[in-house]
């Protein structure tokens, strides 16, 4: 149509590709992308296969850089046992899991963290999640929670504690997913 300005073809072309496209998704459930993934065992969804990054596990995306902590547990005390690496801290009440501190996007001010405790400072804004769940879920945990930090914990069943923590999934985690997905 572009050489003889005839739009005429357009519908028929629409219709053509529709037919086409439900016609294959009918004899064959798995494209070229999903045949090797479900061969593994992962269900990928149709409308999310071209956006892998929301069905991988959280095991995949979760970092297990992080330290648990007590929340009696001066702030320069803690201070001196995180590093680049662990800059994020699980704090724990008991066998609870009472919050977390983000060492990192938090000043340091020696003369204002003198006296507090972890317990003064963390914030129990997150969620929890298991390994198996997808991205998808626990993302949208997050969302209509409000959150901006998960816990990810291998005990499915019961109240979680900190024993059971395995990982966290944090803005770096979805960025680095979201970023490992799109260069794939």
């Known amino acids: ?20 496209l439900a016609v294959r998704r009918a004899l064959v459930a798995n494209d070229i992308y999903t045949i090797k993934l479900r061969k593994r065992g992962r269900a990928i969804p149709t409308d999310r296969s071209t956006n892998m990054f929301l069905v991988q596990p959280a095991r995949e995306a979760m970092s297990r850089n992080f330290v648990q902590l007590p929340e009696e547990m001066t702030v320069s005390e803690a201070i001196k046992q995180v590093n680049f690496e662990t800059n994020r801290v699980i704090v724990t009440s008991g066998p609870r899991i009472a919050g977390f501190v983000r060492f990192a996007s938090i000043p340091y001010q020696p003369d204002k963290f003198a006296g507090q405790k972890l317990g003064d400072i963390m914030k129990t804004d997150f969620v929890i999640a298991t390994p198996t769940n997808n991205l998808n879920a626990v993302v949208t945990r997050m969302s209509r929670r409000d959150r901006s930090f998960a816990i990810i914990v291998g005990n499915e ?22 970023i490992g997905n799109h260069y794939s």
């Open 1 to 20: 149509f572009e050489m003889t300005r005839d739009y005429n073809i357009i519908l028929p072309l629409v219709v053509a590709v529709a037919i086409a």
């Open 157 to 178: 069943t019961g109240v979680p504690r900190s024993d059971d923590v395995e990982g966290i999934i944090d803005r770096e985690e979805l960025a680095q997913a979201l």
